[in-house]
């Protein structure tokens, strides 16, 4: 069985924050979340997160992941002491009973990474390791003339000699549960930082001829740690690039691969443009020869095929149908369902609505809880007075419709099919099929009237 221990108890001064480390966001996630969603892909029978400082709050942000398990960590004595905190919800079931570690400010460790892990221990213990251009600060990582595994030294309890190994340790490593117990149960904190090390079972396996493997990441920056904001930034961007070069490779256009940011999954058919500046969050779709302008936010909404967004739209929750227009500073809210072949223009807002096919909104309305037929013509400031204050009602407003500029529609209310509202209307009852309907006092002119002069 495959327990994963994910350590994250540290307290992450440099991130000067309240909040604890791992629930700072990466790409719009926690960073504990990311590791979490790669740690699911491998189906471990456990997944156990070590918490301490802030552990509340982790705790809270997590409750609604029933498969997690939560040890404390109370002080902080080490990795190593961590790690023992775990022992007791280590479950063996005497089926390759392993254990993997992994760090809860190393989101981006991918799970093909992780299996390569598991799979290269071949019965014994695994750890994951790389070679940098500068180990300052790691754990190095002690081979002996065969090449093999023989401990791992800590920077600060290195020789000159020791400092001069470039080969490092990530801190993810994978061992037999059995054996994890028993060498946790023997290290000390005889060290230069008087902490109980994790890093030590790897000289005790070695003492126990348990063979030691070394595995490496597909990519540099899947072991990439964060410690500060500066480089939870530099992470962010890599990520961010990752995401880019995934999508240009998925046969997506775009604009700037520096200037595009997922927080998310995006699902692009073909031929999909996408302008610099954008946010993509949540689950976004995008069917084939979409095109989004410069500086939209798209989250959890689907857009059909053919349909453009112009630039400075906001689209939330919303879906819309095959070649519409939405934008430029269109905004669709929760429940906006656009037909095909719609156009939704600038500063219109959409919500709890549909809009038929081929109807069009192209200036400056508010549509609210409305039910808007086909070939329907909402002209410029047009608004469905939705809410009494108390209570919301529905607009239904049938196919072909023209909709005068300046309406209020004060629902619940229904123009029929092909009906005309006159422009300026308050319509307050529900308006006929075919006709026009209009409430305006009429115009009319004052023959002789003269502009008041100024007094002397
Ligand atoms: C650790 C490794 C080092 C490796 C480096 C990679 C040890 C002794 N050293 O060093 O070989 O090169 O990571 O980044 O393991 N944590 C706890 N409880 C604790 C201490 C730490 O949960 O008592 C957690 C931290 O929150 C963090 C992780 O463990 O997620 C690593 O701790 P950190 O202090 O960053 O370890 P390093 O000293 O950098
Ligand atoms: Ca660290």
Known sequence: MLNIVILAAGLGKRMQSDLPKVLHPLAGKPMLGHVLDNAKQLNPGRIIVVVGHGAERVQQGFSGHEELEFALQRPQHGTGHAVQQAVPLLQEDGNDDVTLVLYGDVPLVQADTLQRLLDARAGGMAVLTEKLDDPTGYGRIVRNEQGEVQRIVEHKDATA??????????????????????????????????????????????????????????????????????????????????????????????????????????ICGRDVFIDVGCVFEGRVELADGVRIGPHCVVRDATLGQGTHVEAFSHIQEAQVADSARIGPFARLRPGAQIGAEAHVGNFVE????????????????????????????????????????????????????????????????????????????????????????LSRPFQSTLEGWKRPVKKT
Do not use: M
Not at 389 to 397: P, S
Not at 426 to 434: E, F, Y
């Open 161 to 266: 000699q020791e400092h001069t190994i470039n080969e490092v340790n990530t801190g993810i490593l994978a061992a037999p549960t059995a054996h994890l117990k028993d060498w946790l149960s023997r290290i000390d904190n005889n060290n230069a930082q008087g902490e109980f090390y994790l890093t030590d079972i790897v000289g005790l396996a070695v003492q126990d001829s348990i063979p030691v493997h070394a595995s490496h990441p597909t990519s540099g920056w899947e072991t990439l740690g964060v410690n500060s904001r500066v480089q939870q930034a530099q992470l962010e961007r890599q990520w961010q690039a990752e995401q880019a070069r995934r999508l240009l490779e998925q046969g997506v256009t775009l604009a700037d691969p520096a200037r595009f940011d997922l927080r998310g999954e995006l």
């Open 350 to 437: 959409i919500k709890k609505s549909t809009l038929g096919k081929g109807s069009k909104a192209n200036h400056l309305a508010y549509i609210g809880d409305a039910d808007i037929g086909s070939q329907v013509n909402i002209g410029a400031g047009t608004i469905t007075c939705n809410y009494d204050g108390v209570n919301k009602y529905r607009t239904v407003i049938e196919d072909g419709a023209f909709i005068g500029s300046d309406t209020q529609l004060v629902a619940p209310v229904r123009v029929g099919k092909n009906a005309t509202i006159g422009a300026g209307t308050t319509l307050t009852k529900d308006a006929p099929a075919g006709k026009l309907t």
